[in-house]
């Protein structure tokens, strides 16, 4: 089992940047691809970023491209997702995730474990 704990999440103006951070605990992180996903109001959760388990190869959604950067470190057991440039469109509550597949996945239900989330307010 796998615990997953947000933290970083706040209200920031646009243009603003934020650094989510997810610390692990129960099992280590390296065998895991890990993701973000984000769900604004009365919207479908939906992916962000994801990694795979060592780090080499990271895959990010068009809507956030050239803005966030998912990182991890398997040493600290913990992944994050530097954002930057920030806009009132990604005002949501932002969930770590962790797939127990070894191919880079953006689909939710691929997802084995979640995070309680953490707010992220962007104001215009």
């Known amino acids: 089992q796998v615990q997953l704990v947000e933290s970083g999440g706040g209200l920031v103006q646009a243009g603003g940047s934020l650094r989510l951070s997810c610390a692990a605990s129960g099992r280590t992180l390296n065998s895991y691809i890990m993701g973000w996903f984000r769900q604004a109001p009365a919207k479908e959760r939906e992916f962000v970023a994801a990694?795979?388990?060592?780090?080499?190869?990271?895959r990010t959604a068009d809507s956030v491209k050239g803005r966030f950067t998912i990182s991890r470190d398997n040493a600290k057991n913990t992944v994050y997702l530097q954002m930057s440039s920030l806009k009132p469109e990604d005002t949501a509550v932002y969930y770590c995730?962790?797939?127990?597949?070894?191919?880079?996945?953006?689909?939710?239900?691929?997802?084995?474990?979640w995070g309680q989330g953490t707010q992220v307010t962007v104001s215009s």
């Open positions: 995730a962790a797939s127990k597949l070894v191919i880079l996945t953006t689909t939710r239900d691929n997802y084995n474990y």
């Open positions: 990694i795979k388990s060592n780090g080499g190869n990271t």
